[in-house]
């Protein structure tokens, strides 16, 4: 089965569904994210995205306007039995290709940073707290 990354609003309730449902398995339960921060009444304020194969929804990821000039993604997950195999980055590399020539930030959880680094992203500022996991901020500038 062919694999795509497709972007959607909170609108088409069957793939906010199925990211939701990535989310639920990887934040709230591998992660033990509390339901309260997982759900932070954002999404409809994002462009969410959505890698599937054929049927099966893989990965996801959300992006929402931060400061101008700006976006900031978050909540990039892949189901855990899929990771290691370029899933990852295919899902950032489509929201980057969509987004152009936008500033990006987000907060990566440390564990990950080499991930984001890959991609283009650099480091900046210290490490904090959030979600009881330690996280710094990375930026990709305008290119
Ligand atoms: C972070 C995450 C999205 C990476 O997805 P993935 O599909 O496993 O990553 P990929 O296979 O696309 O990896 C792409 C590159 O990043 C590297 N990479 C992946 N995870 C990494 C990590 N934790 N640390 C350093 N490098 C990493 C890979 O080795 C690969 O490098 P290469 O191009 O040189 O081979 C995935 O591990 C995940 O969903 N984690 C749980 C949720 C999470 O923590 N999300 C981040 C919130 S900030």
Redo the contacts with the bound molecule.
């Keep these: 089965m062919a694999r795509q990354v497709i972007a959607f609003r909170t609108g088409d309730a069957a793939r906010m569904a199925a990211a939701r449902h990535i989310r639920e398995i990887?934040?709230c339960q591998?992660?033990g994210v509390s339901a309260d921060l997982e759900w932070d009444g954002k999404d409809d304020a994002c462009e969410h995205f959505l890698l599937t194969d054929g049927e099966t929804a893989l990965?996801c990821a959300r992006v929402r306007p931060y400061e101008p000039g700006c976006f900031k993604i978050e909540?990039?997950?892949?189901?855990?039995e899929?990771?290691?195999?370029?899933?990852?980055?295919?899902i950032?590399e489509a929201l980057m290709a969509r987004l152009g020539s936008k500033t990006l930030v987000?907060?990566?959880?440390t564990?990950?940073?080499?991930?984001?680094?890959?991609?283009g992203f650099a480091s900046e500022g210290a490490v904090f707290q959030e979600a009881g996991i330690d996280?710094i901020k990375m930026v990709r500038h305008s290119r």
């Design positions: 990887v934040f591998e992660q990965a909540r990039v997950a892949v189901l855990k899929h990771r290691g195999r370029g899933l990852g980055a295919e950032m987000l907060y990566a959880q564990a990950v940073e080499g991930f984001y680094t890959r991609l996280h």
